[in-house]
């Protein structure tokens, strides 16, 4: 085994240095003189060091599976230019002191949510640690806490205090944080998400107790790589940035959005297996146009009017610069609630430098393909024998259509062009005509096909005859007793997908789609419901959640190292989600698979996008792994807790 060493000194400033390809850089660690070494390939992985929040900790015995981009040269996952970050340095003749030896050092372990296990330490650790009376003498396991922990998550009857009590465990103990939502995420997984996150948005500043992530507002102009910088981690993997302006069909919330990035990333970890500190939840605040917030005296946001135009274009691509510079080609960034305007252009303009992914135009549309394919094995045919009617023409509703374009296209080889004409779109206006060409926006022209104008859905319905209904308008019942019927009585089983978020806006209830269709719909929400009895048939309705697609999205670009963001990559996601629904589903009327099998569910979808960048030549990591799933299953983060000694 060959070691690199490189001695550091530690003083009031920081520490510094290199071995080989890793670098480092402590800051305001108590003097001391340390040697750190960085092991070559045949380190023993049962030896590691912690650092979090450049906070060291002593030797770790690590007995879980290491996570996505561990520092193990032997790895298709492992940087080139790897920062040493908590889980990620070791060393081979030396313990690294955490703190100075004083009675301070445990208080502080106890407040370090990275580390902090709470009466999980042992007596050993509580030894080790000056934790001796700082704790009550039991010693429990984690997955006591979390039966604990879940116990008093259901004395909540508020949604939103559900919300915050897990907000606050991830700000104390963001292993037990973790392990408490995977191993109860049907459950959890609408608190700390859609449609909870919604009303914390909206009460963000009034509920604001600690800052998660990064704000970066009209201020940072011109000092957006500094403020990247203020960020501990410096291994950043994913970043999920929003502007506020479009927050699930609730608008402009500003600032307040950025519960979205923090949630969406919360799921990354929890259902993708991304490590924690490898993600960033960013907010680009350039002002609201919400007048309730600017007035409200607990806004945290700029209290001005949103920039727009040239102003606000400089400051997004001083900010996806800065990115690219800071933490390399290969971290993802996920555009998240942008406006129609902002959205279409960012992913137009970046998509070929970065690599970027817009979740309401691309997940969306993936999620939603998904559920599509699985509905063909209930009602037969294929994509292309079926006719297409959208309520809502905006980022969520044109990118499925257009995925179920190319996904016709590819299938049936015909002209893109042709298979676009299978899909009409209802806005505001009504049906889009080639009449309306004039008016219309860029991202709706490809939908202006030639028909006669129609303004209202039923009539659209009536006239289109189509298979399909899908709402993406944000307006919540528009799916009416009227519309409902006539789609029965064009279908024997029609299929509505009734997709806005949050449950408020949905299009129409799972109740309202049974009940009006005799039974015989094929429902989907974006938002969960509850199960629905019908003439003595228990129905349960699909949820078409992008948290099927990203998180397992996300991983298979990590692992293979991919640069860009190929719609290839959204299909083959698209198939790996259909292909888990079992016939135990489609008996109980589901087109998706249930959430619980989400970790398993992910690392195919994270195994067929990583086959799909190996075979486009976009991949980075070499060799590729013979067998994708396990490797996928082997990257992701475990929450167990780790022995200290």
């Not at 670098?23 to 070494?37: C, E, G, H, I």
């Not at 039991?138 to 116990?151: E, G, P």
């Amino acid at each position: 085994m060959i070691s690199l060493h490189r001695s550091c000194f530690l003083n009031n400033t920081g520490i510094s240095g290199s071995s080989g390809p890793f670098s480092y850089n402590l800051k305001k660690l108590p003097p001391a003189s340390v040697k750190v070494t960085a092991l070559g390939p045949n380190r023993d992985r049962n030896s590691s060091v912690l650092i979090e929040n450049n906070h060291p900790l002593k030797e770790i015995k690590n007995d879980v599976t290491s996570s996505v981009a561990d520092v193990d040269p032997d790895s298709t996952v492992a940087r080139e230019d790897l920062e040493v970050s908590y889980d990620d340095a070791a060393t081979d003749d030396q313990l690294v002191t955490p703190w100075s030896l004083s009675v301070a050092s445990g208080y502080a372990l106890l407040r370090d949510p990275h580390h902090n296990k709470g009466l999980a330490f042992n007596d050993k650790e509580r030894d080790a640690y000056y934790l001796r009376g700082l704790l009550p003498p039991a010693v429990i396991s984690q997955d006591l806490q979390v039966k604990k922990m879940m116990h008093s998550i259901r004395q909540y009857q508020v949604p939103l205090q559900k919300y915050m009590a897990m907000m606050d465990l991830q700000e104390l103990n963001e292993r037990l944080f973790y392990k408490l939502l995977i191993n109860n995420v049907e459950e959890l997984l609408p608190v700390v998400y859609t449609p909870t996150v919604g009303e914390a948005c909206q009460k963000y500043g009034s509920i604001f107790r600690r800052p998660q992530g990064l704000f970066i507002s009209l201020k940072e102009k011109g000092k957006i790589r500094e403020v990247l910088r203020n960020w501990p981690q410096r291994n950043i993997q994913v970043i999920v940035v929003t502007d506020g302006e479009r927050i699930l069909g609730l608008g402009d919330l500003g600032c307040q959005g950025m519960g979205i990035p923090i949630g969406k990333l919360s799921l990354y970890s929890a259902l993708g297996g991304v490590r924690p500190s490898a993600c960033l939840p960013v907010t680009i605040d350039v002002g609201t146009n919400n007048e309730k917030l600017l007035n409200d005296e607990f806004y945290i946001g700029l209290r001005q009017r949103r920039a727009t135009g040239q102003e606000y274009a400089e400051l997004m691509h001083e900010f996806m610069t800065a990115v690219k510079q800071t933490y390399g080609e290969k971290v993802l960034i996920q555009f998240e609630d942008f406006a129609n305007h902002n959205a279409f252009d960012l992913l137009a303009k970046y998509s070929t430098t970065h690599l970027v992914f817009n979740d309401d135009i691309q997940g969306t549309a993936s999620v939603v393909l998904a559920g599509l394919v699985a509905a063909l094995k209930v009602v037969g045919g294929t994509l292309a024998d079926h006719r297409f009617l959208f309520l809502g023409a905006g980022e969520a509703g044109t990118g499925i259509a257009e995925l179920i374009a190319l996904e016709i296209s590819k299938q049936t080889n015909m002209p893109l062009k042709e298979a676009r004409k299978k899909i009409s779109l209802v806005d505001s206006k009504g049906l889009i005509v080639k009449s309306r060409m004039d008016s219309l926006q860029h991202f709706k022209k490809p939908w202006a096909h030639d028909h006669e104008p129609i303004k209202n859905l039923v009539d659209a319905v009536n006239g289109i005859k189509p298979t399909v209904l899908i709402g993406t308008s944000g307006v919540g019942r528009t799916f009416t007793k009227e519309v409902v019927e006539a789609m029965a009585a064009l279908n024997e089983k029609p299929i509505i997908f009734s997709l806005s978020n949050p449950t408020s806006q949905s299009e129409c209830t799972a109740e309202e789609a049974y009940t009006w269709s005799q039974g015989r719909a094929i429902f989907a929400s974006g938002s969960p419901f509850d199960p629905v009895e019908y003439n003595g048939r228990v129905f349960v309705p699909g949820q078409a959640n992008n948290a099927y697609i990203f998180p397992g999205l996300g991983l298979g670009l990590i692992m293979s190292g991919a640069i860009r963001v190929h719609d290839d990559m959204l299909l083959a996601a698209s198939e790996a989600l259909a292909a888990q629904v079992t016939q135990e589903n489609f008996d109980k009327g589901l087109i998706y698979p249930p959430f619980r099998d989400i970790r398993k569910i992910s690392a195919h979808i994270a195994a067929n996008v990583a086959a799909k960048a190996y075979e486009l030549g976009l991949a980075t990591r070499t060799p590729r792994p013979h067998d994708l799933v396990k490797h996928a299953d082997n990257c992701m983060y475990n929450p167990a807790y780790q022995s200290y000694r």
